[in-house]
């Protein structure tokens, strides 16, 4: 009498070769899904890395979070109490309010693409061990950079509220226009360049150069109304730099209902067709999200091993 158990009219030659060819079945891990669906099944996984880049950002420091304040709070009083003599010179009402609304969407552009670029060489040792979409890595980029945003509103919210902020229908558009455009762009970029990194290191050192010259590309420091006089013919190309027409969009939310005639300001300060550019860089800035998402899946096997 035997102690093992068989299944009825199981031969004893049959349940030995059921086993082996279980044996032969190689032990892997499910592949992650990429892509947006990935994102969403995996979102409790991307909360935990934003709160890790946050939580490190501030690791070790005395105020902590208060620096998300400090920081914008002395640049604003710098475009205040400084440049505000540039400002008068060339006419600008408000002239902390007009850089500083342009500063923001610069930083969450430079910061993000910047951050992203790192993103998944930062983590090869999580992205190794663990099955996750890759994209999950540049996309927490943009979160923490949003996250570092919010203050930086806080600060603008007061000075708005100080100067008497009026905000129409048509600024409010124009202000979700163009952070839409600018999170679109940083994203997509962020993506590419954080493939590009994996096989080549120069990569976050071209993005910081860079990103040097971007503040002198968009009227920040400068009106529009400059670009359009001193280059008149030629503003088709200026303002085929989406980041300019960005910051053009949400300097006509922040910027023009604080001025002491918003509608002469925002036929003079502002192009005729901002609204039509700013649609028809959304778009581009889709395909291009689209495109780098494609990109990033043709690289992604072969990330591991470059790592």
């Given at each position: 009498m035997t102690d093992t158990l068989e299944p009825a009219g199981e031969r004893p030659h049959d349940a030995a070769s059921r086993a082996a060819a279980l044996a032969d079945v190689p032990m892997s891990s499910p592949a992650p899904v990429g892509g947006l669906r990935g994102l969403v099944n995996h979102r409790y996984l991307l909360k935990l890395l934003v709160k890790r880049e946050v939580t490190a950002r501030y690791t070790g420091s005395f105020l902590g979070m208060l620096w998300s304040y400090i920081n914008p709070f002395t640049q604003f009083l710098m475009y205040s109490f400084i440049f505000a003599l540039i400002g008068r010179g060339m006419n600008i009402e408000h002239f902390a309010v007009h850089v500083f609304s342009a500063l923001?969407?610069?930083?969450?552009?430079?910061?993000?693409?910047?951050?992203?670029t790192r993103s998944i060489v930062r983590n090869a040792s999580l992205l190794q061990k663990s099955a996750m979409p890759r994209e999950l890595f540049p996309f927490a980029s943009l979160l923490v950079s949003i996250y570092h945003l919010w203050p930086e509103f806080v600060i603008l919210a007061a000075a708005l509220l100080f100067v008497g902020w009026a905000p129409d229908p048509t600024a409010i558009a124009a202000g979700v226009l163009g952070y839409l455009l600018i999170i679109i762009f940083a994203l997509a970029l962020a993506v590419i360049l954080s493939v590009s990194q994996v096989f080549l290191r120069d990569t976050g050192q071209i993005v910081?150069?860079?990103?040097?010259?971007?503040?002198?590309?968009?009227?920040?420091?400068?009106?529009?109304?400059?670009?359009?006089?001193?280059?008149?013919g030629y503003t088709d190309l200026y303002l085929a730099n989406p980041i300019a027409v960005a910051v053009l969009l949400v300097q006509r939310c922040f910027w023009v209902p604080t001025t002491s005639d918003p509608e002469a300001t925002a036929l003079t300060a502002m192009p005729d067709d901002l609204f039509t550019r700013g649609f028809i860089a959304l778009g581009i800035g889709l395909i291009l999200l689209f495109v780098?998402?494609?990109?990033?899946?043709?690289?992604?096997?072969?990330?591991?091993?470059?790592?």
């Open positions: 923001m969407v610069v930083g969450l552009f430079t910061e993000t693409v910047s951050a992203g910081a150069v860079v990103n040097n010259f971007i503040r002198f590309g968009v009227p920040m420091m400068y009106p529009y109304e400059i670009v359009a006089t001193r280059f008149a780098a998402q494609r990109i990033f899946n043709h690289w992604e096997t072969k990330m591991p091993e470059r790592l």
